[in-house]
């Protein structure tokens, strides 16, 4: 048996998303050094959404990309399935940029370190700062976001599931609990 349970409502997702927004800008003393890219698929229409308020915010334009990291991972190896492939579309040089990696959820720490393996590929950036909308804890490797829109204490059975308009149809942030 499973409970689900809303965290964030459509409002506090806005509200959450341009909390973020202003901490980026505040961090690194406005907009003119970042450069935005979102970690597939959800943390790409996160970080869709993060540059076009911080745009809005400082009247510019903020440099935006998404990255794919399926070939980075560690764990296509024990999958029989073919992996499916979407494309890296990083149309900027990130190249002494701070750049600003989204993703939805931080769990364990090793979506973030295949991101940052890909990202390194591409260029060496000033500095790599991690914006995530959910940490639920859990590491297994030593990854901690600079920027949290909320802290989710779960347990490890837990899932945690972000609901974005692009994909889904409404924005939130729900948790569902499996029960014995």
Known sequence: MSTT???VDEKGFSRTVNRLSHEIVERNRGAESIGIVGIRTRGEFLARRIAAAIGAM???TIPIGSLDITLYRDDLRGKLAQPQLKTTDILYDIQDKNIILVDDVL???RTVRSALN???D?????SIQ???LVDRGHRELPIKA???GK???TAADDEVSVLMAEADGRDGVVIISHEA
């Open 5 to 7: 349970q809303q965290l």
């Open 58 to 60: 400082e009247n510019c």
């Open 107 to 109: 769990y364990t720490g």
């Open 118 to 120: 890909a990202l390194m």
């Open 122 to 126: 591409l260029g060496r950036p000033a």
């Open 130 to 132: 991690l914006a995530v």
């Open 146 to 148: 600079d920027f949290v």
């Open 151 to 153: 802290n989710v204490p």
